[in-house]
């Protein structure tokens, strides 16, 4: 059985990932089920009263232990995409800065070339004008 869980945790890990409200709405039926049976134990069984609340905290900490197990995961999974994310937009960041230092020195390299080609252009009127 550990074996089989062991080979299939990632493919566990992904459908919890992916389905936090479905476990959520789990945890919450199995606190109401658990709650249910004990009422029920002690309604049936009323001389084993101790046993049965004893049994019934025992199960409550091993589901809240589940609960609490599986949170953690998710607190994982989401500082892990945090962190990605941070991380993405600082490369982001950069290649904006590095793109806005590129185009900044295109733009002035594109107004010296303008200023250039209207100085040609003012040299080769004077030229065409003298020959007339």
Known sequence: MWILIGVL????????????????M????V???EQFL???????????????VASFALVVITTA??????SDSRNRKINELYSKHLQL?????????????ENSYLRNENIRLA?????????IEKILNQGN
């Open 65 to 70: 232990s589940l609960q609490k197990l599986t």
């Open 9 to 24: 945790w990632k493919d566990i890990q992904k459908f919890y990932h992916r389905n936090y409200s479905y476990f959520d």
């Open 38 to 52: 004990l009422i029920l134990f002690l309604t049936w069984y009323p001389e084993s009263t101790s046993f049965w």
């Open 89 to 101: 937009n600082y490369d982001l960041s950069d290649q904006f800065e590095s793109c806005s230092q």
């Open 115 to 123: 200023k250039h080609i209207e100085n040609l252009r003012k040299y």
């Open 31 to 33: 606190y109401s089920l």
């Open 26 to 29: 789990s945890f919450l039926a």
